[in-house]
């Protein structure tokens, strides 16, 4: 029997009050398709960055194809063959692709027809690419054709994925699958990381779960359950949240062709979106990252203003309204990123919540703050949301992510908006605290609040959303009821308008 | 030689510092780092250039110190900022006072001393050429190091793999980290390099144009090369441009008093001032022109979390 | 190998330290200038230090410093917390020194009780239009405020040289670049006998207090921060750059404009073309070194007024430099930034690498 690709002992991993990896071990086959499970914060990424040399382990041993592996920084790890594709793309939005590849390469393996090398390579995988171009003009799925090709030109024996389908559409991911299919026929082993069960059942070969840092099981995917995989992945039986049959009443949100011009040269333009979300309604809007979602939150929130009658909130026009009127007629919103747009991140709570609830809340009366009143609604959310903090003196970005996220979402529902508009509200946020976010939104649109859900996780949007729409190139499909729609439609409506996705332009 | 050729070849002798300044800022601000200490460091290397030159007799022993005394000044402002991430905006503050006042210190036993000024080098053949030759090739070797150091520094920026690397710190520290690039000692390489820019900019006033200390003699240079490099959109080819047009105008300046025009002199002085701010306003008022150019990391700190 | 670990919680022990910590770092670092110039470092530092604290004249003279510094740094300290960079103070005061002066002079021959006050409106609105034109050009043009503000005092200091060798100029001063002395009912009534402190200090204080209340009570105060950490969270909370933006400029320059009279017609009692002495660079100092807090503020400008003291009664005693007290004043700020890492990473000794987990 031949060594293992990659096989790692005891590996350890700790960080000032938490252990990140505790006593890892799994082994990789040549040519397997390896999937590492886990949920957000169980330690994938910490275990990966060690592989590729980017932290090194406390304790634990390495071997690669048998002979002991210490990368002490990347540049080891793909001298030995070891490549990796990022989560969050390691691209160089204003330097091109080929400038992009040269980059991730070692010096050595550089040669002068590089671009020739690009263009042969990504031809062979089916990954087409053009390697003069900025790579800040390119779709997100052709940006992560970028770090592929930059590792398989230097001809890796031992690939690592991390989470590289959540931002891909269905027929990218299928795309995606058929190259990683010929590397594996090439003999290159693959190490998949991914919290979606589903491609996991359907592409990988061996998984191994990880759980607070923890290896707490290995698997054949194909013959395990996506439920089984998700209890060994959260450790508990999963309660998915129910859609009860409701009557939805008048139409309380209408967005009549809005159309907006992009603010920013990366960004996307939004044209001639038009929706209704009624009373009780959740309206789930999909779409892979950078189409236009958070330029139609911002128009929703009113940080950026349209003309006044392309939105109406029950039937009164509101388009030309600011933030902070907005919100006063009770229609809230929620951004995507929670440090820095939804709460300033050196703040206490109780200040966090003066930005968004100062008006519907009392906290300002002729200019002056009203400070308890700040303080008491951070309480009352505090206890409301279940948000794990030691006091409402806490900055922001003390909290994890889950919480803070529960107390951004408390503040915006605790208003008892009538029209409720969020992006991403369980992006990076463990699967409990995601539970209660989604009841709460349940049970804001159940009390007679229409709720706009924007999100790229599709297993959100279809377990909580009623109603489905899916938004590419800044132009929205036609909402239909989410329990006519099939994963197919979704797919070729979020692939669609692919070719509107490369909206920025660079000089 | 007439008064056209005249004004041209002093207009370079009048933008050298400039070009020397603003060349070191548009490496610093490549690599994601605003340094607001240009005047500072500006200052610093004119007052040990000056005191190096006269002390050692050595202009070349001017030189050298002035930019070692901007390199060292701006490694103050490296290690604040890159290593205990201090706000930029502050630190290259705090660097512009310091320089001053360090520099008015070391001057002190030097004002009013004098050194010959560095002897102009005319380039065989290419001075012969008519009406250019003598505006272009009939300068001190300063003039030569600063158009050679311009090219040189585009060259590194757009076909060597370090100035690539450079670039890429600039553009998303993040990703340069991720990949395996020590993003701040390339900023401490390229802070230090900008530092010795500025000294030689300083030493030029000093050991060439005046040459004298006087006290506060960058009277501004500094931060007049910092609206240069946005003028330049962060080349090196179009800051030597800003720097030639902002020289021009201080030279005009200059004799439109000679003219015996019947205007306060303070009038004049004004012009590089009210010059910089027209030229920046206009550069800067296509927003999404402004953000493609500048370098995406540009000001902010650096930490390496992952 | 020692590295830096951000703390979850800033310290706030640490915030409060770090400024007296810089007060001992920047000494330290001084005692070591003294040494290498050649002068005994102890008695140098007694005479920069200690001397001033020592007789009431010098207290009062503190006074006179710290007035301008203070007024200034508490205009400046909102727009730095907002991440608006006014550098140009000086331009501002200056103007303001200009304009008041200028009323001063042209109700030369009047005497009355509205004449200081309405010195001080010229002056404060001198250097608001002042501080508007960065403003303008920011807001309409994108063009970056740093540099406009700062073109801006050079151009104010020659505009205020062209003044005074024309319009301004003393009809009956042989020619001397300066302006008339100001009468009586344009100076500044004086806050103790036989001293040139001014009740311009009362007005800082009130402002100082003002500043203290908008901070923590008022909705603009608010704005100012979240603008300044989050710009961003700042939109979503419905509050407009560009409002904070003109707000912190022209609040900048009215109060350093208010500075620039207090200076003509307090301690310099005329306009002469050395009136700007850097009041409007230092007060960036004393800005941060009082933590951009109201009340850090006030002990900051005294702070620092101690270094001009302390540089002049140097230079007198020992022959030293007066470009000592930029040295100083610069080591300040140096050493505040540095420390200030501290109340927001820890050290840590070992290979133990500072990261965070994530999964």
């Given at each position: 029997?031949?060594?293992?690709?990659?096989?790692?002992?005891?590996?350890?991993?700790?960080?000032?009050?938490?252990?990140?990896?505790?006593?890892?071990?799994?082994?990789?086959?040549?040519?397997?398709?390896?999937?590492?499970?886990?949920?957000?914060?169980?330690?994938?990424?910490?275990?990966?960055?060690?592989?590729?040399?980017?932290?090194?382990?406390?304790?634990?041993?390495?071997?690669?194809?048998?002979?002991?592996?210490?990368?002490?920084?990347?540049?080891?790890?793909?001298?030995?063959?070891?490549?990796?594709?990022?989560?969050?793309?390691?691209?160089?939005?204003?330097?091109?692709?080929?400038?992009?590849?040269?980059?991730?390469?070692?010096?050595?393996?550089?040669?002068?027809?590089?671009?020739?090398?690009?263009?042969?390579?990504?031809?062979?995988?089916?990954?087409?690419?053009?390697?003069?171009?900025?790579?800040?003009?390119?779709?997100?799925?052709?940006?992560?054709?970028?770090?592929?090709?930059?590792?398989?030109?230097?001809?890796?024996?031992?690939?690592?994925?991390?989470?590289?389908?959540?931002?891909?559409?269905?027929?990218?991911?299928?795309?995606?699958?058929?190259?990683?299919?010929?590397?594996?026929?090439?003999?290159?082993?693959?190490?998949?990381?991914?919290?979606?069960?589903?491609?996991?059942?359907?592409?990988?070969?061996?998984?191994?779960?990880?759980?607070?840092?923890?290896?707490?099981?290995?698997?054949?995917?194909?013959?395990?359950?996506?439920?089984?995989?998700?209890?060994?992945?959260?450790?508990?039986?999963?309660?998915?949240?129910?859609?009860?049959?409701?009557?939805?009443?008048?139409?309380?949100?209408?967005?009549?062709?809005?159309?907006?011009?992009?603010?920013?040269?990366?960004?996307?333009?939004?044209?001639?979106?038009?929706?209704?979300?009624?009373?009780?309604?959740?309206?789930?809007?999909?779409?892979?990252?950078?189409?236009?979602?958070?330029?139609?939150?911002?128009?929703?929130?009113?940080?950026?203003?349209?003309?006044?009658?392309?939105?109406?909130?029950?039937?009164?026009?509101?388009?030309?309204?600011?933030?902070?009127?907005?919100?006063?007629?009770?229609?809230?919103?929620?951004?995507?990123?929670?440090?820095?747009?939804?709460?300033?991140?050196?703040?206490?709570?109780?200040?966090?919540?003066?930005?968004?609830?100062?008006?519907?809340?009392?906290?300002?009366?002729?200019?002056?703050?009203?400070?308890?009143?700040?303080?008491?609604?951070?309480?009352?959310?505090?206890?409301?949301?279940?948000?794990?903090?030691?006091?409402?003196?806490?900055?922001?970005?003390?909290?994890?992510?889950?919480?803070?996220?529960?107390?951004?979402?408390?503040?915006?529902?605790?208003?008892?908006?009538?029209?409720?508009?969020?992006?991403?509200?369980?992006?990076?946020?463990?699967?409990?605290?995601?539970?209660?976010?989604?009841?709460?939104?349940?049970?804001?649109?159940?009390?007679?609040?229409?709720?706009?859900?924007?999100?790229?996780?599709?297993?959100?949007?279809?377990?909580?959303?009623?109603?489905?729409?899916?938004?590419?190139?800044?132009?929205?499909?036609?909402?239909?009821?989410?329990?006519?729609?099939?994963?197919?439609?979704?797919?070729?409506?979020?692939?669609?308008?692919?070719?509107?996705?490369?909206?920025?332009?660079?000089? | 030689?007439?008064?056209?050729?005249?004004?041209?070849?002093?207009?370079?002798?009048?933008?050298?510092?400039?070009?020397?300044?603003?060349?070191?800022?548009?490496?610093?601000?490549?690599?994601?780092?605003?340094?607001?200490?240009?005047?500072g460091?500006?200052i610093m290397?004119a007052v040990a250039?000056f005191a190096?030159?006269l002390?050692?007799?050595?202009?070349?022993?001017?030189?050298?110190?002035?930019?070692?005394?901007?390199?060292?000044?701006?490694?103050?402002?490296?290690?604040?900022?890159?290593?205990?991430?201090?706000?930029?905006?502050?630190?290259?503050?705090?660097?512009?006072i310091f320089g001053l006042g360090v520099a008015a210190l070391i001057g002190q036993g030097y004002s009013g001393e004098?050194?010959?000024?560095?002897?102009?080098?005319?380039?065989?053949?290419?001075?012969?050429?008519?009406?250019?030759?003598?505006?272009?090739?009939?300068?001190?070797?300063?003039?030569?190091?600063?158009?050679?150091?311009?090219?040189?520094?585009?060259?590194?920026?757009?076909?060597?793999?370090?100035?690539?690397?450079?670039?890429?710190?600039?553009?998303?520290?993040?990703?340069?980290?991720?990949?395996?690039?020590?993003?701040?000692?390339?900023?401490?390489?390229?802070?230090?390099?900008?530092?010795?820019?500025?000294?030689?900019?300083?030493?030029?006033?000093?050991?060439?144009?005046?040459?004298l200390w006087v006290e506060n003699m960058?009277?501004?240079?500094?931060?007049?090369?910092?609206?240069?490099?946005?003028?330049?959109?962060?080349?090196?080819?179009?800051?030597?441009?800003?720097?030639?047009?902002?020289?021009?105008?201080?030279?005009?300046?200059?004799?439109?008093?000679?003219?015996?025009?019947?205007?306060?002199?303070?009038?004049?002085?004004?012009?590089?001032?009210?010059?910089?701010?027209?030229?920046?306003?206009?550069?800067?008022?296509?927003?999404?022109?402004?953000?493609?150019?500048?370098?995406?990391?540009?000001?902010?700190?650096?930490?390496?979390?992952? | 190998?020692?590295?830096?670990?951000?703390?979850?919680?800033?310290?706030?022990?640490?915030?409060?330290?770090?400024?007296?910590?810089?007060?001992?770092?920047t000494?330290?670092a001084g005692t070591l200038i003294f040494a290498a110039l050649g002068k005994d470092p102890?008695e140098a530092m007694?005479l920069f230090f200690?001397?001033?604290?020592?007789?009431?004249?010098?207290?009062?003279?503190?006074?006179?410093?710290?007035?301008?510094?203070?007024?200034?740094?508490?205009?400046?300290?909102?727009?730095?917390?907002?991440?608006?960079?006014?550098?140009?103070?000086?331009?501002?005061?200056?103007?303001?020194?200009?304009?008041?002066?200028?009323?001063?002079?042209?109700?030369?021959?009047?005497?009355?009780?509205?004449?200081?006050?309405?010195?001080?409106?010229?002056?404060?609105?001198?250097?608001?239009?002042?501080?508007?034109?960065?403003?303008?050009?920011?807001?309409?043009?994108?063009?970056?405020?740093?540099?406009?503000?700062?073109?801006?005092?050079?151009?104010?200091?020659?505009?205020?040289?062209?003044?005074?060798?024309?319009?301004?100029?003393?009809?009956?001063?042989?020619?001397?670049?300066?302006?008339?002395?100001?009468?009586?009912?344009?100076?500044?009534?004086?806050?103790?006998?036989?001293?040139?402190?001014?009740?311009?200090?009362?007005?800082?204080?009130?402002?100082?207090?003002?500043?203290?209340?908008?901070?923590?009570?008022?909705?603009?105060?608010?704005?100012?921060?979240?603008?300044?950490?989050?710009?961003?969270?700042?939109?979503?909370?419905?509050?407009?750059?560009?409002?904070?933006?003109?707000?912190?400029?022209?609040?900048?320059?009215?109060?350093?404009?208010?500075?620039?009279?207090?200076?003509?017609?307090?301690?310099?009692?005329?306009?002469?073309?050395a009136?700007?002495v850097g009041?409007?660079?230092t007060?960036?100092?004393?800005?941060?070194?009082?933590?951009?807090?109201?009340?850090?503020?006030?002990?900051?400008?005294?702070?620092?007024?101690?270094t001009y003291i302390g540089g002049e009664t140097a230079q007198i005693e020992m022959n030293l430099p007066s470009a000592i007290t930029g040295v100083f004043q610069g080591m300040?700020?140096?050493?505040?930034?540095?420390?200030?890492?501290?109340?927001?990473?820890?050290?840590?000794?070992?290979?133990?690498?500072?990261?965070?987990?994530?999964?």
């Amino acid at each position: 029997m031949t060594a293992p690709r990659l096989e790692l002992t005891g590996v350890t991993k700790r960080f000032p009050g938490v252990i990140a990896n505790d006593d890892v071990a799994f082994s990789i086959a040549p040519g397997e398709m390896h999937a590492l499970l886990g949920e957000n914060g169980a330690g994938k990424s910490t275990l990966v960055k060690m592989i590729y040399g980017v932290m090194r382990p406390d304790a634990g041993a390495m071997r690669l194809d048998g002979e002991v592996y210490t990368p002490n920084r990347p540049f080891d790890a793909r001298t030995r063959g070891v490549g990796m594709v990022f989560q969050h793309f390691s691209l160089f939005e204003a330097l091109t692709v080929g400038e992009n590849v040269a980059l991730g390469m070692n010096a050595a393996d550089v040669g002068r027809d590089l671009n020739d090398q690009i263009v042969k390579v990504s031809d062979a995988y089916g990954l087409s690419l053009d390697p003069a171009r900025t790579v800040g003009s390119l779709s997100v799925g052709e940006r992560q054709r970028v770090e592929i090709v930059r590792c398989l030109l230097q001809n890796p024996r031992l690939l690592i994925m991390d989470e590289p389908t959540s931002v891909l559409t269905p027929q990218e991911v299928d795309d995606l699958f058929k190259t990683l299919r010929a590397l594996i026929a090439d003999g290159c082993s693959i190490l998949y990381i991914s919290h979606k069960l589903e491609e996991i059942r359907a592409h990988c070969d061996t998984a191994t779960v990880l759980r607070g840092g923890k290896v707490v099981g290995h698997c054949d995917p194909s013959k395990a359950t996506a439920r089984s995989l998700a209890e060994m992945m959260v450790g508990m039986e999963l309660a998915l949240p129910k859609k009860s049959a409701i009557d939805f009443g008048a139409a309380r949100l209408t967005v009549n062709n809005l159309s907006l011009p992009a603010d920013d040269p990366f960004g996307v333009s939004l044209h001639d979106i038009s929706f209704t979300v009624r009373a009780g309604e959740i309206l789930g809007i999909a779409g892979v990252a950078g189409n236009g979602q958070g330029e139609l939150l911002d128009a929703l929130s009113g940080e950026r203003t349209t003309q006044n009658d392309a939105i109406l909130l029950d039937q009164e026009p509101v388009g030309s309204v600011g933030p902070t009127d907005r919100r006063g007629l009770a229609f809230c919103a929620a951004p995507e990123e929670r440090l820095g747009h939804g709460a300033a991140p050196d703040m206490s709570l109780w200040e966090n919540t003066m930005l968004s609830a100062r008006s519907s809340q009392g906290m300002v009366h002729g200019g002056m703050l009203n400070l308890s009143a700040a303080k008491a609604f951070a309480a009352k959310i505090i206890s409301a949301f279940d948000v794990r903090t030691s006091g409402a003196d806490k900055h922001a970005r003390t909290l994890s992510g889950g919480n803070l996220q529960k107390f951004i979402i408390g503040r915006e529902i605790l208003q008892a908006p009538r029209v409720l508009a969020i992006l991403q509200p369980t992006w990076g946020v463990d699967a409990a605290a995601a539970a209660s976010i989604h009841r709460a939104i349940q049970e804001l649109a159940s009390n007679g609040a229409a709720v706009l859900l924007i999100s790229q996780d599709l297993d959100e949007l279809t377990a909580v959303s009623t109603t489905f729409a899916v938004i590419a190139g800044g132009r929205l499909s036609a909402p239909q009821p989410t329990d006519s729609i099939t994963v197919e439609e979704i797919g070729i409506l979020m692939g669609g308008t692919q070719q509107h996705t490369s909206a920025g332009t660079t000089s | 030689m007439d008064l056209l050729q005249a004004i041209l070849q002093g207009v370079i002798v009048a933008s050298t510092p400039l070009v020397f300044a603003a060349l070191g800022e548009v490496v610093t601000e490549r690599s994601g780092v605003l340094n607001l200490g240009v005047e500072g460091m500006m200052i610093m290397g004119a007052v040990a250039g000056f005191a190096i030159t006269l002390d050692s007799g050595s202009y070349f022993a001017g030189i050298l110190g002035a930019a070692l005394a901007g390199a060292l000044a701006a490694s103050v402002f490296g290690l604040l900022t890159q290593f205990l991430m201090s706000n930029q905006v502050a630190t290259g503050l705090a660097l512009t006072i310091f320089g001053l006042g360090v520099a008015a210190l070391i001057g002190q036993g030097y004002s009013g001393e004098t050194t010959p000024a560095l002897p102009v080098l005319p380039i065989p053949l290419l001075s012969e050429i008519p009406f250019i030759g003598p505006i272009l090739f009939v300068h001190d070797p300063l003039v030569y190091l600063s158009v050679v150091m311009v090219v040189g520094v585009t060259l590194f920026l757009n076909r060597t793999r370090a100035g690539l690397i450079l670039k890429a710190v600039g553009d998303n520290h993040d990703a340069a980290h991720a990949i395996g690039y020590r993003v701040v000692m390339v900023r401490m390489a390229a802070i230090a390099f900008g530092g010795a820019c500025a000294g030689l900019g300083g030493a030029y006033l000093s050991i060439v144009q005046t040459p004298l200390w006087v006290e506060n003699m960058t009277a501004g240079r500094g931060w007049i090369a910092l609206a240069i490099v946005v003028f330049s959109a962060w080349r090196p080819a179009r800051a030597l441009m800003g720097a030639y047009l902002f020289g021009g105008v201080t030279l005009i300046q200059l004799h439109i008093q000679g003219l015996g025009i019947e205007i306060a002199s303070q009038y004049l002085s004004m012009l590089p001032y009210l010059v910089t701010i027209l030229v920046l306003t206009v550069i800067s008022y296509d927003k999404t022109r402004a953000k493609l150019n500048a370098p995406a990391c540009l000001g902010r700190s650096f930490y390496a979390s992952s | 190998m020692i590295r830096l670990e951000p703390r979850k919680d800033v310290s706030p022990a640490m915030a409060y330290l770090a400024p007296a910590l810089a007060v001992l770092v920047t000494a330290c670092a001084g005692t070591l200038i003294f040494a290498a110039l050649g002068k005994d470092p102890i008695e140098a530092m007694r005479l920069f230090f200690i001397q001033p604290l020592g007789d009431w004249f010098s207290i009062s003279e503190m006074i006179v410093k710290a007035t301008p510094l203070i007024l200034i740094a508490i205009g400046l300290s909102f727009g730095f917390r907002a991440g608006v960079w006014n550098i140009g103070a000086e331009g501002q005061f200056t103007l303001g020194a200009l304009a008041g002066g200028a009323t001063a002079l042209a109700l030369y021959d009047v005497a009355g009780y509205w004449v200081l006050p309405l010195m001080c409106i010229t002056g404060a609105l001198a250097g608001m239009a002042w501080a508007a034109i960065p403003a303008l050009l920011r807001t309409r043009f994108n063009a970056n405020e740093i540099l406009v503000t700062l073109m801006l005092s050079y151009v104010a200091v020659l505009l205020l040289s062209v003044l005074i060798h024309g319009a301004l100029k003393d009809p009956e001063g042989m020619n001397f670049p300066e302006s008339r002395l100001f009468h009586d009912s344009a100076t500044l009534p004086i806050l103790f006998e036989g001293t040139r402190a001014h009740i311009g200090f009362l007005a800082a204080l009130a402002v100082v207090g003002i500043a203290w209340f908008t901070l923590g009570r008022h909705i603009f105060g608010f704005q100012v921060k979240v603008m300044g950490q989050a710009p961003r969270a700042a939109r979503f909370g419905g509050f407009i750059e560009n409002r904070v933006i003109w707000f912190s400029l022209l609040l900048s320059g009215a109060l350093a404009g208010l500075a620039g009279v207090f200076e003509a017609a307090g301690p310099v009692g005329q306009l002469v073309p050395a009136l700007p002495v850097g009041y409007g660079f230092t007060a960036i100092i004393v800005a941060f070194l009082g933590r951009l807090q109201p009340v850090g503020i006030v002990i900051a400008g005294f702070v620092m007024a101690l270094t001009y003291i302390g540089g002049e009664t140097a230079q007198i005693e020992m022959n030293l430099p007066s470009a000592i007290t930029g040295v100083f004043q610069g080591m300040f700020l140096f050493s505040l930034l540095g420390i200030d890492v501290f109340a927001r990473y820890r050290l840590r000794w070992g290979k133990s690498s500072a990261q965070t987990a994530k999964g």
